[in-house]
Protein backbone atom coordinates (compact mmCIF):
# COMPACT_ATOMS: atom_id res chain seq x y z
CA UNK A 1 0.00 0.00 0.00
CA UNK A 2 1.50 3.36 -1.02
CA UNK A 3 0.19 6.95 -0.03
CA UNK A 4 -0.01 9.10 -3.20
CA UNK A 5 -2.80 11.34 -3.32
CA UNK A 6 -3.13 13.48 -6.34
CA UNK A 7 -6.53 14.70 -6.83
CA UNK A 8 -7.04 17.02 -3.77
CA UNK A 9 -7.84 20.74 -2.51
CA UNK A 10 -4.38 22.47 -2.69
CA UNK A 11 -5.35 24.41 0.90
CA UNK A 12 -5.51 22.99 4.19
CA UNK A 13 -6.25 24.16 7.28
CA UNK A 14 -5.20 21.52 10.30
CA UNK A 15 -5.92 21.71 13.83
CA UNK A 16 -3.67 19.98 15.98
CA UNK A 17 -4.91 19.66 19.40
CA UNK A 18 -1.47 18.48 20.98
CA UNK A 19 -1.87 16.80 24.47
CA UNK A 20 -5.45 18.72 24.91
CA UNK A 21 -8.55 17.00 24.37
CA UNK A 22 -11.40 14.67 26.15
CA UNK A 23 -13.77 12.85 24.45
CA UNK A 24 -16.84 15.47 26.02
CA UNK A 25 -14.85 18.29 24.47
CA UNK A 26 -14.46 16.72 20.78
CA UNK A 27 -17.89 15.48 20.69
CA UNK A 28 -19.04 19.44 21.74
CA UNK A 29 -16.33 20.38 19.03
CA UNK A 30 -17.65 18.27 16.30
CA UNK A 31 -21.20 19.30 16.77
CA UNK A 32 -20.14 23.10 17.22
CA UNK A 33 -17.72 22.65 13.69
CA UNK A 34 -20.79 20.96 11.72
CA UNK A 35 -22.51 24.68 12.44
CA UNK A 36 -19.80 26.44 10.00
CA UNK A 37 -19.23 24.31 7.11
CA UNK A 38 -15.96 24.87 5.59
CA UNK A 39 -16.48 26.38 1.98
CA UNK A 40 -16.02 23.83 -0.27
CA UNK A 41 -12.42 24.64 -1.78
CA UNK A 42 -10.84 24.80 1.49
CA UNK A 43 -9.92 20.74 2.94
CA UNK A 44 -10.14 20.85 6.64
CA UNK A 45 -8.46 17.70 8.99
CA UNK A 46 -8.06 17.35 12.45
CA UNK A 47 -5.48 15.95 14.62
CA UNK A 48 -6.57 14.82 18.40
CA UNK A 49 -4.78 12.88 20.84
CA UNK A 50 -4.41 8.92 19.89
CA UNK A 51 -6.97 8.02 22.66
CA UNK A 52 -9.63 10.69 20.44
CA UNK A 53 -8.82 9.06 16.90
CA UNK A 54 -11.20 6.10 17.21
CA UNK A 55 -14.35 7.96 18.21
CA UNK A 56 -13.38 11.08 16.30
CA UNK A 57 -13.80 8.74 12.87
CA UNK A 58 -16.88 7.90 14.14
CA UNK A 59 -18.11 11.74 14.47
CA UNK A 60 -16.42 13.00 11.82
CA UNK A 61 -17.96 9.86 9.57
CA UNK A 62 -20.37 12.00 7.57
CA UNK A 63 -18.56 15.08 7.72
CA UNK A 64 -15.62 16.43 5.26
CA UNK A 65 -12.90 16.83 7.41
CA UNK A 66 -10.16 14.82 7.60
CA UNK A 67 -8.57 12.91 10.78
CA UNK A 68 -4.71 12.80 11.51
CA UNK A 69 -2.32 11.57 14.42
CA UNK A 70 0.24 14.18 15.45
CA UNK A 71 2.92 11.86 15.72
CA UNK A 72 3.67 7.67 14.76
CA UNK A 73 6.25 4.90 15.53
CA UNK A 74 8.55 3.65 13.17
CA UNK A 75 7.58 0.46 13.20
CA UNK A 76 4.49 -1.80 12.59
CA UNK A 77 4.25 -3.94 15.55
CA UNK A 78 5.65 -5.55 18.30
CA UNK A 79 7.64 -4.69 21.99
CA UNK A 80 7.35 -0.77 21.80
CA UNK A 81 5.93 -0.19 24.90
CA UNK A 82 3.94 3.15 24.24
CA UNK A 83 3.77 3.57 20.76
CA UNK A 84 1.73 3.92 17.75
CA UNK A 85 1.68 1.66 14.86
CA UNK A 86 0.86 3.02 11.33
CA UNK A 87 -1.31 0.31 10.89
CA UNK A 88 -3.11 1.44 13.98
CA UNK A 89 -3.29 4.44 12.58
CA UNK A 90 -5.20 3.80 9.40
CA UNK A 91 -7.02 1.25 11.50
CA UNK A 92 -8.41 4.48 13.45
CA UNK A 93 -9.49 6.05 10.02
CA UNK A 94 -6.41 8.66 10.05
CA UNK A 95 -5.34 10.30 6.59
CA UNK A 96 -2.66 12.34 7.70
CA UNK A 97 0.19 12.42 10.10
CA UNK A 98 2.29 14.75 11.47
CA UNK A 99 5.97 14.05 11.49
CA UNK A 100 9.20 16.26 12.73
CA UNK A 101 6.76 18.78 14.89
CA UNK A 102 9.03 21.38 16.52
CA UNK A 103 8.18 19.98 19.98
CA UNK A 104 8.78 15.98 18.87
CA UNK A 105 12.34 17.17 18.02
CA UNK A 106 13.16 19.29 20.65
CA UNK A 107 11.13 17.51 23.49
CA UNK A 108 11.51 13.75 22.67
CA UNK A 109 14.56 14.20 20.93
CA UNK A 110 13.70 13.54 17.54
CA UNK A 111 15.90 13.77 14.85
CA UNK A 112 16.46 13.85 11.31
CA UNK A 113 17.57 9.90 11.09
CA UNK A 114 14.18 8.83 12.97
CA UNK A 115 12.23 11.23 11.10
CA UNK A 116 12.89 9.51 7.54
CA UNK A 117 12.51 6.17 9.12
CA UNK A 118 8.97 7.73 9.64
CA UNK A 119 8.31 9.28 6.59
CA UNK A 120 8.91 5.85 4.89
CA UNK A 121 6.87 3.94 7.25
CA UNK A 122 4.14 6.43 6.46
CA UNK A 123 4.05 6.35 3.01
CA UNK A 124 4.57 2.55 2.94
CA UNK A 125 1.32 2.24 4.59
CA UNK A 126 -0.70 4.97 3.19
CA UNK A 127 -0.38 7.82 5.42
CA UNK A 128 0.03 11.00 4.31
CA UNK A 129 3.06 12.73 6.35
CA UNK A 130 2.27 16.78 7.62
CA UNK A 131 6.29 17.34 7.72
CA UNK A 132 7.17 19.92 9.94
CA UNK A 133 10.29 22.41 9.62
CA UNK A 134 11.00 25.52 11.18
CA UNK A 135 14.08 27.40 12.42
CA UNK A 136 14.91 28.76 16.64
CA UNK A 137 14.83 31.97 17.15
CA UNK A 138 18.93 32.27 17.87
CA UNK A 139 19.28 30.59 14.20
CA UNK A 140 17.25 33.11 12.57
CA UNK A 141 18.69 35.74 14.26
CA UNK A 142 22.36 34.37 13.16
CA UNK A 143 20.94 34.74 9.49
CA UNK A 144 21.03 30.54 9.72
CA UNK A 145 17.14 30.10 8.41
CA UNK A 146 17.72 28.37 5.35
CA UNK A 147 20.17 26.38 5.85
CA UNK A 148 18.74 24.57 8.97
CA UNK A 149 15.24 24.48 6.85
CA UNK A 150 17.65 22.98 3.97
CA UNK A 151 19.10 20.20 6.30
CA UNK A 152 15.38 19.40 7.72
CA UNK A 153 14.71 19.35 4.31
CA UNK A 154 17.81 16.57 3.17
CA UNK A 155 15.21 13.73 5.09
CA UNK A 156 13.14 13.89 1.51
CA UNK A 157 16.14 13.27 -0.76
CA UNK A 158 15.92 9.77 -1.19
CA UNK A 159 11.96 10.15 -1.08
CA UNK A 160 10.23 9.06 -4.38
CA UNK A 161 8.80 11.49 -6.71
CA UNK A 162 4.97 11.95 -6.16
CA UNK A 163 4.62 10.68 -2.63
CA UNK A 164 1.51 12.17 -0.99
CA UNK A 165 3.31 14.78 1.37
CA UNK A 166 2.24 18.43 2.96
CA UNK A 167 4.84 20.48 4.38
CA UNK A 168 4.34 22.64 7.38
CA UNK A 169 6.65 25.73 7.80
CA UNK A 170 6.56 26.39 11.67
CA UNK A 171 8.98 29.32 13.10
CA UNK A 172 9.32 27.40 16.36
CA UNK A 173 9.94 31.14 18.06
CA UNK A 174 6.14 31.61 17.26
CA UNK A 175 4.67 28.27 18.37
CA UNK A 176 2.65 28.63 21.43
CA UNK A 177 4.12 32.15 22.12
CA UNK A 178 1.88 34.80 20.08
CA UNK A 179 4.64 35.95 18.04
CA UNK A 180 4.57 35.53 14.36
CA UNK A 181 6.07 35.75 11.67
CA UNK A 182 5.82 38.80 9.26
CA UNK A 183 3.99 38.63 5.97
CA UNK A 184 7.33 39.27 4.53
CA UNK A 185 9.25 36.70 6.65
CA UNK A 186 6.95 34.19 5.47
CA UNK A 187 7.06 35.16 2.03
CA UNK A 188 10.62 34.60 1.94
CA UNK A 189 10.54 31.42 3.81
CA UNK A 190 8.25 29.98 2.06
CA UNK A 191 9.75 30.79 -1.58
CA UNK A 192 13.19 29.13 0.04
CA UNK A 193 10.85 26.07 0.74
CA UNK A 194 9.40 26.08 -2.38
CA UNK A 195 12.85 26.33 -4.39
CA UNK A 196 14.27 23.37 -2.15
CA UNK A 197 10.91 20.93 -2.85
CA UNK A 198 11.80 21.49 -6.26
CA UNK A 199 15.04 20.92 -6.21
CA UNK A 200 14.03 17.45 -4.39
CA UNK A 201 11.80 17.04 -7.01
CA UNK A 202 8.57 17.47 -4.74
CA UNK A 203 5.90 19.69 -5.41
CA UNK A 204 3.54 20.04 -2.37
CA UNK A 205 1.68 22.88 -0.66
CA UNK A 206 3.07 24.47 2.00
CA UNK A 207 1.18 25.15 4.88
CA UNK A 208 2.19 27.65 7.64
CA UNK A 209 2.04 27.32 11.27
CA UNK A 210 2.86 29.52 14.22
CA UNK A 211 0.19 31.44 16.32
CA UNK A 212 -2.31 31.29 13.72
CA UNK A 213 -5.25 33.23 15.34
CA UNK A 214 -8.49 34.32 13.45
CA UNK A 215 -7.64 38.08 13.71
CA UNK A 216 -4.41 37.27 11.25
CA UNK A 217 -5.33 33.86 9.42
CA UNK A 218 -6.18 35.78 6.08
CA UNK A 219 -3.31 38.03 6.19
CA UNK A 220 -1.07 35.40 6.49
CA UNK A 221 -3.13 32.97 3.96
CA UNK A 222 -2.75 35.80 1.36
CA UNK A 223 1.05 35.66 1.19
CA UNK A 224 2.41 33.89 -2.01
CA UNK A 225 3.53 29.98 -1.71
CA UNK A 226 1.18 29.60 1.63
CA UNK A 227 -1.47 27.12 0.97
CA UNK A 228 -3.01 26.95 4.16
CA UNK A 229 -2.18 26.36 7.87
CA UNK A 230 -1.31 24.21 10.39
CA UNK A 231 -3.38 25.40 14.22
CA UNK A 232 -2.37 24.71 17.52
CA UNK A 233 -3.95 26.63 20.34
CA UNK A 234 -6.63 28.38 18.14
CA UNK A 235 -8.22 25.13 16.79
CA UNK A 236 -9.10 23.79 20.42
CA UNK A 237 -11.80 25.84 19.98
CA UNK A 238 -14.72 25.40 17.34
CA UNK A 239 -15.25 29.01 16.12
CA UNK A 240 -11.97 30.01 16.65
CA UNK A 241 -11.21 27.09 14.16
CA UNK A 242 -14.34 28.01 11.83
CA UNK A 243 -13.03 31.82 11.62
CA UNK A 244 -9.42 30.68 10.90
CA UNK A 245 -10.88 28.22 7.74
CA UNK A 246 -13.53 31.29 6.64
CA UNK A 247 -10.64 33.34 6.30
CA UNK A 248 -8.35 31.06 4.87
CA UNK A 249 -11.13 30.32 2.11
CA UNK A 250 -11.50 34.42 1.48
CA UNK A 251 -8.05 34.83 0.46
CA UNK A 252 -7.83 31.10 -1.62
CA UNK A 253 -10.61 31.66 -3.28
CA UNK A 254 -12.51 28.96 -5.10
P1 LIG B 1 0.21 27.30 17.78
O1 LIG B 1 0.84 25.87 17.41
O2 LIG B 1 -0.84 27.60 16.74
O3 LIG B 1 -0.40 27.11 19.15
O4 LIG B 1 1.32 28.28 17.77
C1 LIG B 1 1.12 25.54 16.08
C2 LIG B 1 1.73 24.17 15.99
O5 LIG B 1 2.50 23.79 16.87
O6 LIG B 1 1.45 23.43 15.04
Redesign the pocket.
Known amino acids: MSANYTSRKRHLIAG?WKMNGMLQEAEQFVHDLAENPAPDHIEVALMPPFTLLHPMAELLSEKDVRLGAQSVYCELKGAFTGSISPLMLRDAGCHYVIIG?SERRDIMGEANELISKKLNVAWNNGLEPILCVGEHLEERQDGETNSVLRQQLSVLEDAAQGVALTLAY?PVW???TGLTATPAQVTETHAFIHEELSRLGHDCRVLY????KPDNAAELMACPGVEGA?????SLQADSFSNIVQAAASVAGA
Open positions: NHEAIGGGSVLVGGA
